[in-house]
């Protein structure tokens, strides 16, 4: 069980592009580092609140190191669907103009970061060998957005009917639906993430000045028993 929880965090760094041997072992030696630090202040005061101070710290610190690669995923998530919404407001309007949906879909490349284009190209080959409405769910496997789903399973009755007039307000009607979704779940991300920043500091900050303040006790005393 520990092995494969082991191994589920290396590959969770891995997918975010992070070394885990380097992260893992930076986080063990600074956790050394304020454990040491916590039996020191104890050995010296005799007094419990030093020790949990430093441990809360600790605790802190690795909460947040190894959230970090889920952070740097979940982050790669929400932009790569804010560019999906991006992009596909140009696809709105080539298909308004007239553009098959393939057409339109391969139109899109040139707007595209590397990342989403080369996934576009997956689904445009994918349809190149299959019909149906498969590749259209294979390319939503990328995003977490059940609405992205929806747009695209209007995009692929689009390609089946030839871009009616019926299915392009469908379309219309989903996207939209889409893009409000998105400006409200950006600004109540911002939100939070401004939350987050004042909180997180303050809690450091307050922690750091707890431990300092042992620290300067620690000192005051040894400068007594020398005098």
């Known amino acids: 069980m520990a092995s494969k929880r082991k191994n589920k965090l290396i590959e969770l ?129 990328n995003f977490t957005n059940l609405e992205i789903r929806q747009v695209l399973v209007s995009v692929y009755k689009m390609s089946i009917e030839g871009g009616g007039e019926e299915y392009l307000t469908q379309f219309d009607t989903l996207f939209h639906s889409l893009s409000v979704s998105k400006r409200q779940q950006n600004l109540e991300n911002e939100k939070t993430r401004f939350g987050n920043f004042n909180f997180l500091p303050l809690l450091a900050s307050a922690l750091s000045m707890g431990i300092i303040a042992v620290s300067v006790v620690i000192l005051m005393e040894e400068y007594a028993n020398v005098i």
Not at 70 to 81: A, C, M, S, V, W
Not at 112 to 135: C, G, W
């Open 13 to 141: 760094y891995s997918e975010a592009k992070l070394n885990p041997k380097i992260e893992l072992i930076t986080l063990g030696i600074v956790d050394l580092a304020l454990l040491a630090m916590g039996i020191l202040l104890y050995w010296k005061t005799k007094q419990i609140i030093g020790l949990l101070a430093v441990m809360l710290l600790l605790l802190g610190v690795d909460y947040y190191v190894l959230g970090k690669p889920r952070r740097i995923l979940d982050n790669k998530k929400k932009e790569l669907e804010n560019e999906f919404v991006h992009i596909f407001a140009y696809f709105e309007i080539f298909v308004k103009n007239g553009r098959p949906v393939y057409n339109a879909l391969e139109d899109c490349l040139r707007y595209a970061s590397k990342e989403l284009s080369e996934k576009i190209r997956v689904l445009l080959n994918d349809i190149d060998h299959d019909k149906s409405v498969t590749p259209y769910m294979k390319f939503a496997e």
